[in-house]
C-alpha cells in the first residue's frame, strides 16, 4: 500500500500561477514514487478524522490565514501524532498567526528580490532531495529571505542561495542566518507538542515559476523530500503501530 500524502494548496493571498502546474506535475509522478496524492483547497478537511488518513500533509504555495482554527487544531494533533509534514515555497507566508507552524515549517518568509537566473548551492549532497543536484544549481527562481534563522528550530540546511549570483535591492530587517538558507529539514518537527511523536519536516524555498515544475532536477528535489519525510516510519504505511496514515493492506 503506497503512502498517501495530502497536498493543500488554499490561498488567502497572493496566488501562485504555478499551482496547477504543480498539481499536474506531483500527479504525474505519483505512481513512480509509490505515492497516493490527495488534492484539495478545502479547509473544513482539516479535522482529526480525516487527516488520520495521510502519512504526510503538503502546504504548496499557501498564503495567508488558510485555516480556522477548527483546521488548526486538527494540524497540531496530526503533527502531535507522528504526522509528516512538507512545506513548498510559499507556504511560508502562510498561518503567520499560529507560533506552532512557524516552527514546524521552520521559518516565515520575509520578502524576495526580483525574479532572476540565481544559483543555489547543495550542502548536504547525501540527502534524498538533494543527491544528484549540481554542486551549483542555476535556478530561475526567487531567492526568498525569512525572518527568523531555521536551525534556530533544530533544522539542517540542504540548499543556499549564492548571494553573490543575483541582485537583491531589498532591505533585510531580520537574520536568517549563513549560509542563507533555501531547503532544509528537521528530524523531529519542532512544531510538536512536548511528550508527543513527531514526524519529519522538509522546506524548500523553491517552486515559484510554473516552469521549474517541468524541471526533472526541480522534481527530483521536491519528491526526494517528500519520500525523505515519510521515512521516519512514524506513520501506518510504515508502522503498524502508528496513530495516523495509510493503514498497509492485511495480507
Known amino acids: 500500500m503506497p503512502a498517501r500524502v495530502l497536498v493543500y494548496s488554499a490561498t488567502a493571498g497572493y496566488r501562485h500561477?504555478?499551482?496547477?502546474?504543480?498539481?499536474?506535475?506531483?500527479?504525474s509522478r505519483a505512481s513512480s514514487a509509490d505515492l497516493e496524492f490527495d488534492f484539495t483547497e478545502d479547509k473544513s478537511l482539516f479535522t482529526d478524522e480525516h487527516l488520520a488518513k495521510y502519512d504526510a500533509i503538503v502546504f504548496l504555495?499557501?498564503?495567508?490565514?488558510?485555516l480556522d482554527d477548527t483546521g488548526k487544531a486538527a494540524l497540531q494533533n496530526y503533527l502531535n501524532l507522528g504526522g509528516n509534514f512538507v512545506g513548498i515555497h510559499c507556504a511560508a507566508d502562510a498561518l503567520r498567526d499560529t507560533p506552532f507552524f512557524e516552527?514546524?515549517?521552520?521559518?516565515?518568509?520575509?520578502?524576495?528580490?526580483?525574479?532572476?537566473e540565481s544559483v543555489v548551492e547543495v550542502v548536504d549532497n547525501l540527502h534524498p532531495s538533494t543527491a544528484?543536484?549540481?554542486?551549483?544549481?542555476?535556478?530561475?527562481?526567487?531567492?526568498?529571505?525569512?525572518?527568523?534563522?531555521?536551525?534556530?528550530?533544530?533544522?539542517?540546511?540542504?540548499l543556499a542561495a549564492d548571494e553573490s549570483s543575483y541582485s537583491d535591492p531589498g532591505k533585510r530587517m531580520f537574520?536568517?542566518?549563513?549560509?542563507?538558507?533555501?531547503?532544509?529539514?528537521?528530524?523531529?518537527?519542532?512544531?510538536?507538542?512536548?511528550?508527543?511523536?513527531?514526524?519529519?519536516?522538509?522546506?524548500?524555498?523553491?517552486g515559484h515559476t510554473v516552469e521549474i515544475w517541468s524541471d526533472e532536477l526541480f522534481l527530483r528535489h521536491v519528491l526526494g523530500g517528500i519520500v525523505w519525510a515519510l521515512?521516519?516510519?512514524?506513520?501506518?504505511?510504515?508502522?503498524?503501530?502508528g496513530k495516523v496514515g495509510n493503514p498497509p493492506t492485511e495480507g
Not at 504555478?18 to 506535475?25: G, P, V, Y
Open 17 to 27: 500561477d504555478s499551482i496547477e502546474a504543480s498539481i499536474d506535475a506531483l500527479r
Open 61 to 66: 504555495n499557501n498564503s495567508g490565514i488558510v
Open 103 to 116: 516552527k514546524q515549517i521552520g521559518a516565515y518568509f520575509d520578502y524576495h528580490p526580483p525574479l532572476q
Open 132 to 158: 544528484g543536484l549540481p554542486a551549483r544549481w542555476r535556478v530561475l527562481d526567487e531567492m526568498y529571505n525569512f525572518q527568523s534563522d531555521p536551525r534556530a528550530v533544530g533544522a539542517k540546511v540542504l
Open 175 to 206: 537574520d536568517h542566518g549563513t549560509p542563507h538558507p533555501i531547503a532544509w529539514c528537521q528530524e523531529r518537527g519542532a512544531g510538536v507538542q512536548q511528550g508527543c511523536v513527531a514526524g519529519r519536516s522538509w522546506y524548500t524555498g523553491l
Open 231 to 241: 521515512a521516519c516510519k512514524t506513520t501506518r504505511a510504515f508502522n503498524k503501530e
